[in-house]
């Protein structure tokens, strides 16, 4: 089974066993277009030689680009086979969710009010330099650009996960210290990691577990916590958020991956958060639970809450961004408000053209 392309001495050696049939599960899930590029040629090129691939993606733009059939499965259950060429996107994804979905991204009406978050010319050395931007309440500012060009790095660095050589940080107008993510949290600030189940989650943690580790103090008192008050909690989140889990004792390694992140968020919607970062939010999910986290980030910005949202997926960007800043090397090469911001703009500016 390979889990990335053939770019590394692992998945070469997996080609060169003569295999037959070589499965793919999410091979693109971190790769740029141009090496989306290369996977597909390589794929072409050993379909023509008689092996049999099986691609398990939840991305539809690349099943219908490379894939001759497409069996939907839904709650461990298959749904339907049939050939690409008798089928369409809606068609894949009502089977996929169990429900018609009208729009891909849900329409936003953006209020932005003031200045919540503001970063000025921050800095990790060999990460980022003199990085600058500000995100408003009730508003999804986009971070896009290649892999490896900084954008995780920033924001850990911001929420204080790794170390800022420069720079300053402020919040609604006053400058702040965050040296460590409790600072980032008394200051309002939430962070989903794009790697859940290393960094955002305990998985041998139940459900209830998970969502609790942030709040504590919303249900303790002199050192005590109130195992109603958490239950209480635990269950308005899971049902707000619509988490599929037999019960919220639940381990959280055993919840599909869209469930999982959802665990995820919760957990720091928990907090009441200002700022919410998000970095690759949904990244491994399904069509139907993309869309639940879309609504939700919708909910929050009319909430007021200011969200950053790094994701690789430029439809993502496109679709559910206010402004898109892109980054190239470590540096924001440009800014590109919703109605002006196109596929060829931004990866031009992510590639380092004008």
């Known amino acids: 089974m390979l889990r990335r392309p053939a770019a590394n001495d692992r998945d070469r050696q997996a080609l060169m066993t003569n295999a037959k049939i070589i499965i793919m599960d999410e091979p693109t899930a971190a790769l740029t277009e141009r090496e989306i590029g290369k996977l597909f040629e390589v794929i ?16 539809m733009e690349e099943i219908f680009a490379i894939c001759d059939r497409i ?48 970063v000025k010319n921050i800095s990790g050395k060999g990460r980022f330099e003199n990085v600058s931007f500000s995100v408003r309440s009730g508003e999804i500012v986009g971070v896009s650009g290649l892999m490896g060009a900084g954008r995780t790095e920033m924001m850990r660095a911001i929420f204080g996960l790794d170390r800022l050589d420069g ?23 939430g962070f989903i990691t794009e790697d859940r189940k290393d960094e955002g989650l305990v998985l041998d943690f139940s459900v209830r577990e998970n969502m609790a580790l942030t709040n504590l103090f919303s249900f303790s008192s002199k050192g005590f916590i109130s195992g109603k008050k958490e239950q209480e909690f635990v269950d308005a989140l899971t049902k707000r958020l619509q988490i599929k889990t037999h019960t919220t ?14 665990v995820v968020i919760a957990k720091w919607i928990g907090i009441g958060p ?6 690759e939010p949904t990244r491994g999910v399904d069509v139907g ?22 994701s690789s997926e430029l439809p993502e960007v496109l679709g559910m961004s206010d402004r898109i800043l892109v980054v190239h090397e470590g540096r924001i090469t440009g800014e590109v408000d919703r109605e002006h911001a196109t596929q060829e703009h931004i990866m031009t500016l992510a590639t380092g053209g004008q």
């Open 44 to 59: 072409r090129s050993l379909k023509k030689e008689g092996v049999s691939i099986v691609y398990i993606s939840h991305r």
């Open 71 to 118: 069996t939907v499965m839904r709650d461990g259950k298959t749904v339907d086979t049939k050939p690409i060429s008798e089928t369409n996107f809606d068609e894949v994804v009502k089977k996929m969710v169990g429900r018609e979905l009208t729009e891909r991204y849900p329409a936003r009406h953006p209020s932005p009010g003031e200045v919540v978050l503001e």
């Open 167 to 189: 720079g300053e940080i402020w919040i609604r107008g006053k400058k702040v210290s965050i040296k460590k993510p409790d600072d980032a949290v008394k200051h309002g600030i």
């Open 249 to 262: 004792e639940t381990a959280a390694r055993d919840l599909s991956g869209g469930n999982q992140q959802k």
């Open 274 to 279: 200002s700022v919410l970062i998000l970095d």
């Open 289 to 310: 639970a993309k869309r639940e986290i879309y609504q939700l980030m919708n909910e929050l910005t009319e909430r007021g809450v200011a969200i950053i949202m790094v």
